[in-house]
């Protein structure tokens, strides 16, 4: 099979129908006249109508072994998940959708995992799939990393809230057999909503806690056997708003990974058979490993997103809970950043808006 880059296979198409293995959102780089086909008998279909042909490429996306004598067939070694993204996220945002597991989806991947005697989920505030794959080399884990994509405003506020889904996580997991719900944070319930809509169904088993220790020694000590463990840890949001000198990016996401490993070791100590998960609410888009510009500064709160709707270039509309949103496309500002400000997040871009989703079955 024939090796293509991006552009060769968007030439080739143009001459002739072809079949192609290819990353599915390297497809939202292709020319919209591209015509494309999911089953590649529909478009020998088209193509055997007697009637003229219309002159827009053809390329099917799914290579069938009966028809190499009829197409050419190609591999395209394009990887979209980079920077590059930010080329096409705006304009093909409900096409990249359709073919990336989005934030609002993943409690239903979780909750499809039950067959284990505990279930573990580590929510963590600001992690970028791009932060992870850069800071640590794929030879040095031994898990799959899925991306996800935010599909909507890339903040915490937000971004939690679909991570655990509705009903939430813990009830759809109480109904499937995990009838003791443990959770762990760094923040007060009581003083702070959002903590509080994160454990609902979690009786008075919520801990504060000052460390990733304190974690680890309380499970120790607790029978987890048919139980659900939430936690919620910080990442590099912290950094990226209230750092007065420039961030270890790396250094944070490899304590991360050391937490989610120690607590995946933790589990096995214990015998128990596991689903241990780590996602995040939103990435962070680095001031300092990009050029920003200014879209408008017009006084607004939010250096990458505004607290309603807005129509124009270079900005996607979106609704979270009936309130209308609208978020900026990389790389414009609609305010100045602060001395303080290394990171960003709340707009659309390959950096905030798609994340990690780690799975490790133990």
């Not at 296979?9 to 990353?23: F, K």
């Not at 994509?149 to 997991?173: F, K, N, W, Y």
Request: aromatic share 10%; hydrophobic share 40%; glycine share 6%.
């Amino acid at each position: 099979m024939r090796e293509v880059d991006l552009r060769e296979l968007r030439d080739l198409a143009r001459q002739m129908p072809l079949m192609a293995e290819a990353h599915p959102l390297s497809l939202a780089f292709l020319p919209d006249e591209m015509r494309l086909f999911a089953d590649p008998w529909q478009m020998v279909a088209e193509l055997d109508v007697p009637t003229p042909q219309s002159p827009d490429p053809m390329l099917a996306t799914r290579v069938e072994s009966a028809l190499w004598h009829r197409f050419p067939v190609v591999h395209c070694t394009h990887e979209p998940l980079t920077t590059e993204l930010n080329r096409v996220l705006l304009r093909r945002f409900e096409f990249v959708k359709t073919h990336m597991l989005c934030q609002s989806h993943v409690a239903d991947e979780i909750a499809c995992r039950i067959d284990a005697d505990v279930i573990a989920l580590m929510l963590l505030d600001g992690l970028s799939y791009a932060d992870l794959r850069h800071s640590i080399a794929a030879s040095e884990y031994p898990y799959q990393v899925q991306p996800v994509l935010v599909d909507g405003v890339s903040i915490t506020e937000q971004g939690m809230v679909r991570l655990i889904g509705q009903p939430p996580l813990a009830h759809r997991l109480f109904d499937a057999g995990f009838r003791t719900c443990l959770g762990f944070t760094y923040w007060e319930r009581a003083t702070e909503p959002l903590t509080d809509r994160l454990f609902a169904g979690f009786g008075d088993r919520v801990h504060k806690v000052k460390s990733f220790d304190e974690v680890l020694a309380a499970l120790t000590q607790t029978n987890l056997r048919n139980a659900f463990v939430q936690i919620v840890r910080t990442g590099l949001d912290g950094v990226a708003h209230r750092q007065r000198d420039k961030p270890n990016v790396a250094a944070g996401v490899a304590d991360i990974i050391n937490d989610f490993e120690r607590l995946t070791a933790m589990f096995e100590r214990k015998g128990l058979n596991t689903w241990v998960h780590l996602v995040s609410d939103h990435g962070i888009l680095w001031t300092h490993e990009h050029t920003l510009q200014p879209y408008e500064f017009s006084g607004a709160e939010h250096p990458r997103y505004y607290e309603y709707a807005k129509f124009g270039t270079h900005v996607l509309t979106v609704t979270f809970e009936g309130k209308e949103f609208a978020v900026l496309e990389y790389p414009y500002l609609c305010r100045e950043l602060r001395a303080n400000e290394w990171g960003v997040h709340g707009g659309l871009s390959f950096e905030e808006s798609v994340v990690p989703l780690i799975s490790i079955r133990r």
